[in-house]
């Protein structure tokens, strides 16, 4: 288990996140997401989720734009973020400052776990932030250790994001996972879990529920509450 992000590893996120957003600002494009498929990534890590009256938190939460997109469609309770890189932090507060149910900080997950287990959160919710190809670390170890670290103190459940195999050409930048890989390991966690290829050819969302109990007919009790 990593308990943080090599420091070299680290340095260069902020470098990539800071200068995109020195020279785009507010803008999709300061976080990779040139496309405008933002919303459809939120909606494939939230849909089989219970949100409403729910404490998330948004590991690489950038500017907040989850809590923007979660707060049209549920009544949560509280929003929390946490991100590396200082400028996307604050100018996320700045955004969303009169929302007394919004709060972001600067730092990374792995360091801070301790901090979150004291907030109860019900799930944790990452996107985009195991994209990147880490020069010090292993990205398979790293990605395992924010999973199950976020699990073993989420109330119900941890969502996220990744690059897969299948896309057609990899840029050197960043690191493209085995789904099958990803989801043995999160089978080591819960029985309950969802795996989702089917909203774009070259990312994978996988949805792990630590509710895995079900009913004599053997239908895990969450699939019948959803």
């Known amino acids: 288990m990593i308990n943080a992000l090599n420091s070299i590893d680290k340095r260069k996120t902020i470098n990539r996140y800071t200068s995109r957003f020195n020279e785009f600002g507010f803008s999709p494009k300061t976080l990779g997401w040139a496309k405008g498929n933002q919303d459809v990534r939120f909606f494939a890590l ?77 799930y944790f919710i990452m996107s985009g932030i195991f994209n990147f190809n880490l020069d010090k670390q292993n990205n398979y170890e790293y990605l395992f250790s924010v999973i199950e670290t976020a699990f073993n103190i989420s109330n119900a459940g941890v969502s996220f994001d990744f690059l897969n195999e299948n896309a057609d050409f990899q840029e050197e930048l960043n690191f493209h996972y085995s789904p099958e890989k990803v989801l043995s390991f999160c089978y080591t966690l819960s029985r309950n879990v969802l795996l989702k290829s089917n909203y774009m050819p070259f990312e994978t969302t996988i949805t792990i529920l630590k509710d895995d109990s079900f009913n004599k007919k053997s239908v895990f009790n969450t699939f019948l509450e959803g």
């Open 46 to 122: 939230t849909h089989d989720l219970m949100l409403n009256n729910r404490n998330i938190c948004d590991v690489g939460c950038g500017f907040g734009d989850l809590y923007d997109y979660t707060s049209k469609r549920n009544a949560l309770n509280n929003y929390y973020g946490i991100d590396l890189v200082d400028k996307l932090v604050k100018k996320g507060r700045e955004r969303h400052k009169n929302i007394k149910n919004f709060h972001v900080r600067c730092g990374d997950f792995l360091e801070n776990n301790s901090y979150y287990e004291t907030l109860k959160i019900d």
